[in-house]
């Protein structure tokens, strides 16, 4: 790695950092921060299959409402460093993303906390009618996440070439390694039952068992299809639910206006 | 201060910069008061453009410090009614605080309800499956594809639902409890947990070749695996326990982190116990 790749994965990390906060361009996710780091490295093929596969891991990972997701940015950034300049391979950079995942996920705790402070030095600023001073206090705390990232990435960069990193990974007994590719078969689940639980909709669930059988028998469809399918299903779905059509409904029952608890057919 | 000021609108310019502003919105995501100070900043050309006096300009700017959390993206419709409601304020001064802060609040809830369902639990998971197939194959379609698709949405998102909070006011409040929302949510539900479903068959790799009984036939050993009997019974069982486990977790505030953890536990022990295999 030379002095301006150094740099770009720092960039890259530091964008990335922020964007996991913003949740905005999506830079974090890992088909996107993967791939940048190979480009930047100059392995765009390995950086692009390195995201897929961390994609689909993450598929479910997102931020509602308080609770905070396992750290993509951080996990992408690093493990594709690890994979490219430090020769291992996709497999070993999918089994080091996940504790990544969750060391980042501490230290975006940890950053959100320290951000308290310049949300009552906005306050402050405030009361003056300040409007840079507000705008600061954003920009700082944005800075923050965005150093959060770039600092351990561009740690793991300076050392990655060595023969440190191979070493201490070479020192990790099969056993584990395999054993970490094994659940990387299965770990997608946790992000599925996020989306699932997220959706708050028990009563929609027969459509969740209709799309796992269809994908499970029907052999050769793939998601296009299985998305067409889905679609329809819910177009259909909307078309008949009497729930839409004031006509039919009763006169007596009351509109369920605004009301987020679990669901508004059961 | 009951008379009628004339206040000018809001220009193009002052829609565009509060677009960009919102786009930061979760820049500096707290504890204490999560997204308030992107809030904050994302009104400033609102605030700027309607009141002139230093202490309004402050008032305002305090009102819009305070608590606020919703789906980033949607956001935006919030962001417009509130600016409507801030040039109401400043015209005539009929509109109090509280009406203001209520209307933000009392939309919070109602639109996460929409926007956590059709944005987290629908678009970014599909496209993000999409892209990453194609990506599985070293394709630069498949990041492509996601980071532009997703973008048109989230940018579609926030440009509309800003004008049309700006241009409705608080006459949006019917929209999101009404039926065409509530459709549009359930739609998305519906689609997103069918994909899931396919997902939980299609994208999980469980290989469990413990061998339960082993005997000579014609001088050949044939063995029967615990996946052919579960093969038998249905293919992708496992992974469907799995996630059911993981949802009742989840429902009892287990960190998705801790979670994950376990999930590397069990493949290791498995592996090692021979009961799961590469």
Not at chain 1, 35 to 53: A, E, K, Y
Not at chain 1, 226 to 246: K, M, R, S
């Given at each position: 790695?030379?002095?301006?790749?150094?740099?770009?994965?720092?960039?890259?990390?530091?964008?990335?950092?922020?964007?996991?906060?913003?949740?905005?361009?999506?830079?974090?996710?890992?088909?996107?921060?993967?791939?940048?780091?190979?480009?930047?490295?100059?392995?765009?093929?390995?950086?692009?299959?390195?995201?897929?596969?961390?994609?689909?891991?993450?598929?479910?990972?997102?931020?509602?409402?308080?609770?905070?997701?396992?750290?993509?940015?951080?996990?992408?950034?690093?493990?594709?460093?690890?994979?490219?300049?430090?020769?291992?391979?996709?497999?070993?950079?999918?089994?080091?993303?996940?504790?990544?995942?969750?060391?980042?996920?501490?230290?975006?705790?940890?950053?959100?906390?320290?951000?308290?402070?310049?949300?009552?030095?906005?306050?402050?600023?405030?009361?003056?009618?300040?409007?840079?001073?507000?705008?600061?206090?954003?920009?700082?705390?944005?800075?923050?996440?965005?150093?959060?990232?770039?600092?351990?990435?561009?740690?793991?960069?300076?050392?990655?070439?060595?023969?440190?990193?191979?070493?201490?990974?070479?020192?990790?007994?099969?056993?584990?390694?395999?054993?970490?590719?094994?659940?990387?078969?299965?770990?997608?689940?946790?992000?599925?039952?996020?989306?699932?639980?997220?959706?708050?909709?028990?009563?929609?669930?027969?459509?969740?068992?209709?799309?796992?059988?269809?994908?499970?028998?029907?052999?050769?469809?793939?998601?296009?299809?299985?998305?067409i399918l889905g679609a329809c299903a819910a177009v259909v779905y909307v078309q008949l639910n009497p729930d839409f059509h004031d006509a039919i409904k009763a006169p007596t029952a009351a509109t369920n206006v605004g009301s987020d608890d679990d669901d508004v057919l059961g | 201060m009951s008379e009628t000021k004339k206040v000018q609108p809001l220009t193009k310019r002052d829609i565009i910069n509060t677009y960009f502003r919102s786009t930061f919105m979760l820049g500096?995501?707290?504890?204490?008061?999560?997204?308030?100070?992107?809030?904050?900043?994302?009104?400033?050309?609102?605030?700027?453009?309607?009141?002139?006096?230093?202490?309004?300009?402050?008032?305002?700017?305090?009102?819009?410090?305070?608590?606020?959390?919703?789906?980033?993206?949607?956001?935006?419709?919030?962001?417009?009614?509130?600016?409507?409601?801030?040039?109401?304020?400043?015209?005539?001064?009929?509109?109090?605080?509280?009406?203001?802060?209520?209307?933000?609040?009392?939309?919070?809830?109602?639109?996460?309800?929409?926007?956590?369902?059709?944005?987290?639990?629908?678009?970014?998971?599909?496209?993000?499956?999409?892209?990453?197939?194609?990506?599985?194959?070293?394709?630069?379609?498949?990041?492509?594809?996601?980071?532009?698709?997703?973008?048109?949405?989230?940018?579609?998102?926030?440009?509309?639902?800003?004008?049309?909070?700006?241009?409705?006011?608080?006459?949006?409040?019917?929209?999101?409890?009404?039926?065409?929302?509530?459709?549009?949510?359930?739609?998305?539900?519906?689609?997103?947990?069918?994909?899931?479903?396919?997902?939980?068959?299609?994208?999980?790799?469980?290989?469990?070749?413990?061998?339960?009984?082993?005997?000579?036939?014609?001088?050949?050993?044939?063995?029967?695996?615990?996946?052919?009997?579960?093969?038998?019974?249905?293919?992708?069982?496992?992974?469907?326990?799995?996630?059911?486990?993981?949802?009742?977790?989840?429902?009892?505030?287990?960190?998705?982190?801790?979670?994950?953890?376990?999930?590397?536990?069990?493949?290791?022990?498995?592996?090692?116990?021979?009961?799961?295999?590469?």
């Amino acid at each position: 790695m030379n002095a301006m790749q150094f740099i770009l994965v720092i960039l890259v990390a530091l964008v990335c950092g922020m964007a996991s906060v913003l949740d905005e361009r999506q830079f974090h996710r890992p088909l996107v921060a993967c791939t940048l780091i190979g480009l930047v490295l100059g392995d765009l093929h390995t950086g692009i299959i390195l995201g897929g596969q961390l994609e689909l891991i993450a598929l479910g990972w997102m931020n509602v409402g308080a609770a905070m997701a396992p750290d993509s940015a951080l996990a992408s950034t690093i493990s594709a460093i690890i994979v490219i300049v430090g020769h291992q391979s996709i497999g070993e950079g999918i089994a080091i993303a996940i504790p990544l995942a969750a060391a980042g996920q501490v230290l975006t705790i940890f950053v959100r906390t320290i951000t308290v402070f310049f949300q009552h030095q906005a306050d402050h600023f405030a009361a003056n009618a300040n409007f840079r001073g507000v705008e600061w206090c954003h920009i700082g705390g944005l800075l923050l996440q965005g150093l959060r990232v770039a600092i351990p990435t561009g740690a793991v960069a300076a050392i990655a070439g060595t023969s440190l990193v191979s070493q201490w990974l070479d020192a990790i007994p099969p056993v584990i390694t395999h054993g970490l590719q094994v659940s990387g078969g299965f770990i997608v689940v946790v992000g599925y039952a996020m989306v699932i639980n997220m959706m708050k909709a028990r009563a929609l669930m027969p459509f969740f068992f209709i799309g796992f059988t269809l994908a499970t028998f029907m052999s050769g469809i793939n998601l296009v299809g299985l998305g067409i399918l889905g679609a329809c299903a819910a177009v259909v779905y909307v078309q008949l639910n009497p729930d839409f059509h004031d006509a039919i409904k009763a006169p007596t029952a009351a509109t369920n206006v605004g009301s987020d608890d679990d669901d508004v057919l059961g | 201060m009951s008379e009628t000021k004339k206040v000018q609108p809001l220009t193009k310019r002052d829609i565009i910069n509060t677009y960009f502003r919102s786009t930061f919105m979760l820049g500096s995501f707290n504890f204490e008061r999560m997204q308030a100070i992107g809030v904050a900043v994302t009104m400033i050309p609102a605030i700027k453009r309607f009141y002139h006096r230093k202490e309004d300009q402050a008032a305002a700017l305090k009102r819009h410090l305070e608590f606020f959390n919703t789906t980033p993206w949607p956001a935006s419709a919030i962001f417009g009614v509130t600016a409507a409601m801030e040039q109401k304020k400043a015209e005539n001064g009929e509109i109090d605080e509280a009406a203001i802060t209520n209307v933000k609040i009392g939309l919070m809830g109602p639109l996460a309800g929409i926007g956590d369902p059709i944005y987290w639990g629908t678009a970014r998971p599909i496209l993000a499956a999409l892209g990453a197939s194609l990506a599985l194959s070293g394709s630069i379609l498949g990041p492509l594809l996601f980071f532009f698709g997703i973008n048109i949405i989230r940018m579609l998102t926030r440009w509309y639902g800003f004008k049309v909070g700006y241009s409705q006011g608080t006459d949006i409040v019917q929209d999101v409890a009404g039926n065409r929302l509530k459709k549009l949510t359930q739609m998305a539900s519906v689609l997103g947990l069918f994909v899931m479903g396919s997902l939980v068959s299609k994208w999980t790799s469980i290989k469990m070749p413990f061998v339960l009984v082993s005997y000579e036939q014609a001088g050949k050993t044939v063995n029967t695996t615990l996946q052919m009997i579960l093969d038998q019974l249905l293919p992708g069982l496992v992974a469907l326990l799995m996630t059911f486990a993981c949802m009742w977790l989840l429902k009892r505030k287990v960190n998705a982190i801790w979670i994950i953890f376990g999930m590397f536990a069990i493949g290791i022990l498995g592996y090692w116990a021979g009961i799961f295999g590469l």
